[in-house]
Nanobody, 114 residues
Framework: QVQLVESGGGLVQAGGSLRLSCAAS????????MGWYRQAPGKQRELVAG???????NYADFVKGRFTISRDNAKNTVYLQMNSLKPEDTAVYYC????????WGQGTQVTVSS
């Protein structure tokens, strides 16, 4: 089992920044990749960014150039640096870990005011 705990969400004005953190614990040796998803009210959950154990990253088009995903292997933590935030970035952000199966965190709310 893998446990994921997100932190760093909050309320920010448009144009501002936030950094989300996702700390993994448990059977972390089974994890191959980690990433961030988001779900806005009335919408499906969508991929924001992912990062492999080797450091390869991928981003959704709507965050390219604004968000950066990174990881600290010593701390078993993945980060999502979010800059130039827009009101449409408002959502619950979830951390996900992939291995032989997948795991979700509990989510953290990000609200961007106009």
């Amino acid at each position: 089992q893998v446990q994921l705990v997100e932190s760093g969400g909050g309320l920010v004005q448009a144009g501002g920044s936030l950094r989300l953190s996702c700390a993994a614990s448990g059977s972390i040796f089974s994890i191959n990749s980690m990433g961030w998803y988001r779900q806005a009210p009335g919408k499906q959950r969508e991929l924001v960014a992912g990062i492999t154990n080797g450091g390869s990253t991928n981003y959704a088009d709507f965050v390219k150039g604004r968000f950066t995903i990174s990881r600290d292997n010593a701390k078993n933590t993945v980060y999502l640096q979010m800059n130039s935030l827009k009101p449409e970035d408002t959502a619950v952000y979830y951390c996900k870990a992939w291995g032989r199966t997948y795991y979700w965190g509990q989510g953290t709310q990000v609200t961007v005011s106009s």
